[in-house]
């Protein structure tokens, strides 16, 4: 009797063990077949936009404070290979972004790649925050609530003040205030067609800074449903 509880416990345990391991296997399997998938788009969609180079402007300063809420964006291709393509405009019709997306659901994971004149930025969701590239190199992360580091920083350089209810918020950096970006409204639709509506001393070369918060915010946060 004591042998045969002996082997049953040590049959179940073993089963167990067995299946733990196969779940892992499972998942890390599934983790590297995104992981793969994901560069491969990320390469199939900087191509993609190649197309858009010769038509954008330079980006600047001034051409941020301009920058449009609206897209002209495509849905491209069928079934599980469909993509949106499109392109971010001046409120003056002035194209400085062309961009493409691609969400996977059965991974959970999103993947934007955006081109200006000059550079290729994308933004890859990793768990709860957004991995940042520039140019094939990390440049940061920016999480759900917009607070964007840069790459190996343990303080983050830019944050976001909202209070819900509010059409506009406050991008803070050094307890300043360096912008006021607008938010949509309770249908996820905005009132105006301006991203930014005030800078405050914003100096050059923190384009790309406030160009991945733009992004996020009129592209990524209108497909993740939040």
């Not at 296997?25 to 560069?39: D, N, P, T, V």
């Not at 930025?121 to 094939?136: A, L, M, T």
């Not at 999480?143 to 209070?163: C, K, L, Q, R, W």
């Not at 307890?175 to 001393?201: C, G």
């Amino acid at each position: 009797m004591i042998l045969f509880r002996f082997l049953l416990i040590s049959t179940i345990v073993f089963s167990a063990i067995i299946f733990i391991i196969y779940q892992l296997g499972q998942f890390l399997m599934g983790s590297q077949s995104a992981k793969r998938k994901i560069e491969k788009d990320s390469d199939d969609l900087k191509a993609v936009l190649n197309e858009f180079v010769d038509g954008l402007v330079d980006l600047d300063i001034e051409e941020l404070k301009i920058m449009s809420v609206n897209t002209v964006d495509k849905l491209v291709g069928k079934g599980l290979s469909t993509y949106n393509k499109g392109v971010i405009s001046t409120i003056y019709q002035e194209p400085i972004v062309a961009y493409a997306m691609r969400v996977y659901e059965k991974w959970d994971k999103m993947l934007l790649v955006a081109r200006t004149k000059d550079d290729i930025f994308s933004i890859q969701s990793e768990g709860e925050k957004f991995k940042v590239f520039k140019n094939h190199q990390a440049f940061g992360t920016i999480e759900d609530d917009y607070t964007f580091y840069y790459a190996g920083a343990a303080v983050p350089e830019v944050s976001m003040n909202h209070i819900n209810g509010q059409r506009v918020s406050k991008l803070i950096k050094d307890n300043k205030e360096i912008a006021h970006i607008n938010m949509r409204d309770e249908s996820l639709k905005f009132d105006t067609d301006r991203i930014f509506s005030l800078f405050h001393d914003v100096k050059p070369g923190y384009e790309d800074t406030l160009l991945v918060i733009a992004l996020f915010h009129i592209l990524v946060k209108s497909k993740i449903g939040k």
